[in-house]
């Protein structure tokens, strides 16, 4: 097992990595579960794959599990089943020093961090990520939200969790696509600002989505100690360092955007096409070296995930996908901060792009 530190000032938290951990939750739960009755939100998915193992390790320590089993998908992040799960909570008598135990992916850590973040004004949780992404993103660095019909992740909390337990065990039910689109936010770490890790992805990634229980244990630590290490320099985003992590996520979302947010293409799928592009913006814009960009393209392919813009089929221009980057939250009075690389390893934030020559270069990749 690894044992990743989060040292956010005042409130810090592990992350622990490891095979069996939800078999072996209430170990690691020591002195958090102070009643009998702990209240579990999942959905119905990861309740079908893990609720028994779950049930199990709580009731052999004498814990009743209180289940509340919501429907999956991107559509419970809503106000609806944010209310109806406060409520739940509520009626479960929950208090502020209690832990609501999140099972899940980034959609049931998302909202029931953002519930626990409001209900009495702010109760401990607990993190249980189920697949790779909330492993190896979602679950770390306090950041919970809802969608509301304005757009994804508008209303939200920063709020961080006591404990997260990632049990790579949980990996092995996990969709094949599901686990692809969560290692796009692997390779971001490396992309970011460790060529080094982006080198061992090369070596390793193919073997370690494959199933390497040793592999996949270091690719989820090392990621989630690269997200630690920015979470604790910039826990609310206001210096620009937790701004990196959004690498390929501007492309991403217009692309998401673009597709209605549906099942047509992952949050993953997005990221890891808006990676490329970012690297091929890039070279374009003479920063970084066209090969390296191509190595990027390469390694994104290699991985079953999208790596160039026909394959999607959309059928719209790049105007329209520069229109959709007009909405992204991280517009500032009128400019959108995009992130670049230099080389791989080598992101920083350019504040300099110009959305007219961005629609032109998406063009170009649209007829490619
Ligand atoms: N808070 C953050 O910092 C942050 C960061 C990145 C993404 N997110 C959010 O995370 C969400 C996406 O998370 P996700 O990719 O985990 O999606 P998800 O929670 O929708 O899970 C993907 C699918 O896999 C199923 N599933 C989950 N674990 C399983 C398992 N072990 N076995 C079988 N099936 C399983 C789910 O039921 C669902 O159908 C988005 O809403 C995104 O906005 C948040
Ligand atoms: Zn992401």
């Keep these: 097992m690894a044992v990743i530190p989060v040292d956010i000032a005042g409130r810090p938290y592990e992350v622990r990595v490891g ?15 102070r009643k009998r009755t702990v209240p579990v939100v999942t959905d119905a998915n990861v309740h079908a794959a893990w609720g028994e193992v779950v049930e199990m390790a709580l009731r052999d320590a004498g814990h009743e599990p209180h289940w509340r089993i919501l429907p999956p998908g991107e559509g419970t ?3 609806d089943q944010l ?32 519930a626990a973040a409001i209900v009495k004004r702010g109760c401990h949780f607990i993190q249980l990520p189920t697949t790779l992404l909330a492993q190896v993103d979602s679950s770390v660095g306090g950041k ?46 490396g992309l970011i600002a460790d060529a080094d890790f982006f080198a061992w992805c090369d070596t390793n990634g193919a073997a370690m989505l494959a199933g ?3 592999l996949r ?9 690269a997200k630690a290490r920015i ?5 609310r985003e206001t210096t620009g360092t937790r701004a990196l992590l959004n690498l390929g996520h501007t ?13 047509a293409l992952l949050h993953g799928e997005a990221v890891a096409l808006g990676m490329v592009l970012a690297a091929r913006y890039s070279a374009r814009r003479g920063l970084m070296p066209r090969a390296s960009a191509e190595h990027v393209a390469h390694h994104i392919a290699q991985a079953g995930l999208p790596a160039d813009l026909p394959s999607l089929k959309l059928d719209c221009d790049g105007r329209a996908l520069v229109a959709h980057m007009l909405h992204d939250k991280k517009m500032d009075a009128g400019t959108l901060p995009f992130l670049l690389m230099k080389g791989i390893g080598e992101t920083f934030l350019a504040k300099d792009v110009d959305l007219g020559d961005v629609g032109a270069f998406l063009d170009a990749e649209l007829g490619a």
């Design 19 to 33: 095979g069996g951990l939800l078999a072996e939750m209430v170990e690691h739960c020591r002195g958090r579960l």
């Design 77 to 79: 992040k809503s106000w």
């Design 83 to 114: 209310a109806a799960t406060v409520d739940w909570l509520l009626a479960q008598e929950v208090e502020r020093g209690d832990h609501i135990l999140a099972l899940g992916g980034g959609v049931i850590g998302d909202l029931t961090g953002f």
């Design 144 to 189: 919970t939200a809802i969608n509301t019909p304005a757009g994804k992740n508008l209303v939200g909390a920063f709020h961080q969790p006591s404990l997260v337990l990632a049990d790579l065990a949980a990996l092995d039910t996990l969709p094949e696509r599901e686990l692809r689109a969560g290692y796009a936010e692997v390779v971001k770490y």
């Design 212 to 214: 390497d229980a040793a």
């Design 217 to 225: 244990e270091y690719a989820v630590a090392h990621s989630v100690a």
């Design 231 to 235: 979470v604790a320099a910039d826990e």
């Design 251 to 263: 492309f991403g979302h217009a692309l998401e955007a673009e597709t209605g947010f549906s099942d």
